[in-house]
């Protein structure tokens, strides 16, 4: 049974998803372990109580140091025997002592195709914004490995979603949630769960 730690900084939808896809046996083999963020004020923690899962708050604010927050973030993942960790909207910079330790067991969803429309600050509604204003007509949403760079570790999944021509950035965010991110995010998890994906360099392969 693979042990998920799921980092989040916000509303949870995507932690719901996953939620959701292991009451109803779309993920296998998995089960969440702890729900971790940096925000006190994440809906996506409340969630987690309501489901009966650990909620814990390690935000950067309340260490002295940023690297007293990167060890304590690793401690609480090895201490929880974490087997993967997802990132479901989780707005703070994983540091690199959890990346080299998690080597190929850390997975993000990003709101885009990958390589559109990622990298430093695009996170949240700017992916949105700037689809939108270069004018695509097919966005969607990736779920990658994560390495040291920023979006840049191999893709799992991705999925395509339609821009409308009268698309807002908050339109476009609802429908590629609701018709990417919160379908390929638990299947890349059941995927893993069930020793079906396996990384050679940039390239991933998933078994039929
Ligand atoms: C999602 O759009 C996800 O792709 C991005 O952050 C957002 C999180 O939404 N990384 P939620 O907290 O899961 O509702």
């Known amino acids: 049974m693979l042990k ?9 939808t995507n932690l719901q998803a996953i939620m959701d896809s292991i009451d109803d046996g779309r993920i296998t083999n998995a ?14 923690l409340t969630r987690a109580e309501n489901y009966g ?3 814990l708050l390690l935000s950067p604010k309340s260490f ?20 993967l960790v997802v990132l479901a909207g989780y707005l ?3 540091p690199p002592c959890v990346i080299e330790e998690y080597e190929n067991r850390i997975i993000n969803i990003h709101p885009s195709l990958i390589p ?16 939108l204003s ?5 966005s969607g949403a990736t779920v990658h490995f994560v390495d040291e760079g920023t979006d840049t570790g191999p893709i799992i999944l991705q999925k395509p979603v339609m821009v409308e021509q009268d698309d807002t950035p908050e339109v476009l965010q609802k429908r590629i949630m609701e018709q990417a991110e919160w379908i390929i995010l638990p299947k890349a998890i059941d995927l ?10 940039r390239k991933v392969t998933i078994d039929e």
């Open 4 to 12: 998920l730690a799921v980092l989040v900084s916000g509303g949870g």
């Open 31 to 44: 089960k969440i372990q702890v729900v971790i963020s940096n925000n006190a004020g994440a809906y996506a």
């Open 53 to 55: 899962v650990e909620a």
């Open 64 to 83: 002295d140091t940023r690297e007293e927050f990167n060890q304590k973030l690793l401690e609480a993942l090895k201490e929880r025997d974490i087997d």
């Open 92 to 94: 703070v910079v994983v």
């Open 116 to 131: 559109s429309f990622c990298g430093t600050g695009c996170y949240g509604l700017h992916v949105h914004e700037k689809a």
């Open 134 to 138: 270069r004018g695509v007509r097919v």
């Open 192 to 201: 893993i769960a069930n020793g079906k994906v396996h990384v050679d360099g």
